[in-house]
């Protein structure tokens, strides 16, 4: 299913939005089946997978609401298909149960967040970073999830890629942070310096080995695959708490191990999915952390302050859930001043203010549907 | 064909519960199909018709309540030669009713048989969407106050193509199951049966009863004729098979050089019809055919033909970071709605920026040259006001230069549109309505 990015010419540049970026990432990923509901600022997606699969032999379905969306992806993930669908805040809000049972049952899917102004169904067409803490916390059990943040254009094609190949590696759903300022702005960009990862699958099982979907290998935390209508073994999928062999249980034991198993995929190979970038000087006394659309001000910010002589640096996530706590720390390690500026009330900065409680940690948030200015990151630097 | 049934995990419904004689027709059904376990996925969602699919040896999904249609649509268009049946409850079918509404629509190779026991058994007895408004339940008298739906009624005015209804324990639930699954398309059965742990303890209802109570309503034994059409899927896919191939949009080499080759803002203010975000979309191909990289982010509200459209292009030799304009060099005012959004810009201009202003729209002062087009004067209608300006632009050399434009304008349109509207800016670049103009800043 799909085509590889190596299949077309990409050189010189050309004019896209980060939605089409997503929808092309998507498919140069392998992503044979997509399911929306229209949403703005996401319908950009929608409309550029409409595009791309039908021809190449992949599923687009408009489905009769967000619930629906997500669980005709949920099917369509576990018949063996690459999974995708798109949303802004008030559909996330539908997917939250869903996303439990992705989590839950292990099932891999991308969810793209094309975030709006919240909340409620606030401003359609204005961008704001609303739902950091909702992708990671909006779902029953509180398991952690993947919450990758692309800055522009070319993170929406790398990102993705990266999305589906951490879905697929790690069986569990991976969100991309997007936002109506990166969704809906166009950019010029070549493609031909695009560094797209190489594209993975998920592991499948030996043949004629005796399979059963939730066992996993020894040292190894993630279970092997088999699709729902494969004619090797009889495949079992369930949202209910289970055992290895996909049948409800209510052995405490079996049910911490699976908690623990599931907790563990994630957190304990986070450095397997740390995307982030220090710009500037390093072990700089001010640090500017942020992400998203936000990182193109701070690299504006930056540029000024250091003409200015100022020892300060910028760290971009791309990755913010699980938290690069690591990374957050080296590149805080001389800061007198770590500034958060994000598109929201703070959301992430509780995060860097839990993981530096002895630093002076700024929050610099927006949420009025404008961009965070370099301006106002300049003079938060400032003080 | 052997029984699919899984002897090791027999059914554990409540004595007498009809939910038990479903389960055994059901696999007689797959017997008469000669389908083996891995020719069928059963899906199922919360409740006790949820327990269905682990007393079988099939594919199965479990999942919420009244979702199970959803997972089966992802399961069926990702593989089409698998069969695809799904439990609901009465509970399933009020929770999930949506999903119900749009399956007999679209019309998907799968079947739905609901466990219509007239109340939601597992929670302790709450109406549901089909308890009679005499029942007495868990919900007091609540259910008195709400009217029960048919389900077969209600799927088949949704349009599926197969539509019946029967007691759990006829003795032809078999043969019509094998009937619904065989179906080529939606197929629904709603199947009404006794649930003794809650509905039937303080309510008479036998099978008898149900026997009779079905006779009494118009048959509902099968296909549809009004209903019947192509299956989904087999429709996607052939509609799917004739799309033509997408490709990316077209690299823009650079062939020209720039009047300004240093960073430029423009800020296109217009409202909704206007094409200013088709116009930002050409500036920026203008700036690419000089090799400048670019940015459009645009701001308009959800309404379609009314309000404002603003566009906020910039052009850059340099990588551009920050996509909000910081000092635009060009104001086109297109619009007054466009203008009322972005009233202390005009305040901000230095005199070496530029404002067109087209048509005379009102505006605030500025300090700018201002650049009065009288674009209706020369017969361009409002929604060829922005190319216009972009062609006065062009004409003035300001940020872009005429062969930028017409390069731009072969980039984003057809070879029609491109023909029709080179010639409008050819008409403005002759005219050159900028000449007469005295940019004295003074509105």
Known sequence: MGKCAGQYDLSGFRMLDGNEAVAWGAFWAGCGFFSGYPITPATGIFNAMLGILPPSGGTVLQAEDEIA??????????????????TSGPGLSLFSEHISFAIGSEIPLVIVDVQRLGPSTGSATKGADSDIQFMRWGSSGGQ????????????CLVLTVQAFNLAEAFRCPVFLASNKEIGLTKESIDLSGLALPAVRERTRPEPGQGYLPFRTRPGQDVPLFLPIGGQTALVRQTSSTHGQDGYITTDPQVIAAMQERRRRKVEAHAGEMAFAELRGEPEAEAVIITYGVTARAALAALAVLQRQGRSVSVLILRTLWPVLEGRIREACSRAGLVVVAEMNQG???????RILPNRSVRGLGRMDGDLLTPTEITEAVHG | ????????????????????????????????????????????????????????????????????????????????????????????????????????????????LILNNFNFGMTGGQFSATTPESSRLGSSFLN?????????????????????????????LPELLARAIGFTGFSAVDIRGVCPGRFSKQNRLTPKMIEEELAALPPLNGPIEANERPEYGSSYRRKASECPEVSLPPAIEPAFASPQPVRQEVLLLGAAGQRVVTAGELLCLAGMSA??????????????????????????????????????????????????????????????????RAAGIDMPKTRAGVVDLDLPGLGLKRVDWALGCLAALAGMERAIHRDMLLSALEKRFSAEIASESRRTVEQVLTARPWAEASPDGSP
């Open chain 2, 144 to 172: 008195s106050l709400e009217r029960p739906m048919d389900p077969g009624r209600v799927v088949e005015a949704a349009g599926a193509p197969f539509v019946a209804r029967s007691s759990a324990t006829s003795r032809a």
């Open chain 1, 144 to 155: 952690p999830v993947i919450v990758l943040c692309p800055m522009d254009v070319r993170d």
């Open chain 2, 291 to 356: 090799g400048l990289q670019a940015t459009l982010k645009s701001d308009y509200p959800i309404t379609v033909l009314r309000g404002h459209s603003i566009s906020e292009v910039i052009l850059s030799p340099e990588v551009i970071e920050y996509t909000g304009l910081l000092e635009p060099s060009v104001v086109l005012a297109l619009a007054e709605d466009g203008v009322a959004r972005r009233p202390s810009v005009f305040e901000r201009l230095g005199p070496e920026a530029v404002v067109l």
């Open chain 1, 347 to 353: 959301q992430y900065a509780r995060e860097v203010q």
């Open chain 2, 1 to 112: 064909m052997a029984s699919l049934l899984n002897t090791e995990r027999p059914p554990v419904f409540c004595p007498g519960c009809s939910h038990e004689a479903v389960v055994r027709a059901l696999d007689q059904a797959f017997q008469e199909l000669g389908l083996r376990g891995e020719e069928i996925a059963l899906v199922s969602d919360i409740g006790c018709s949820g327990l269905f699919d682990t007393f079988f040896h099939t594919h199965a999904l479990h999942g919420l309540h009244g979702r199970a249609l959803t997972y089966a649509a992802g399961l069926k268009l990702a593989r089409p030669e698998l069969t695809v049946v799904a439990t609901m409850g009465d509970g399933g079918l009020g929770i999930g009713g949506a999903h119900v509404l749009a399956a007999c629509r679209r019309n998907l190779d799968l079947t739905l």
């Open chain 1, 69 to 86: 969306a997500i669980g005709a992806c949920l099917g369509a993930s576990m018949a063996g298909l690459k999974a995708m669908t798109a």
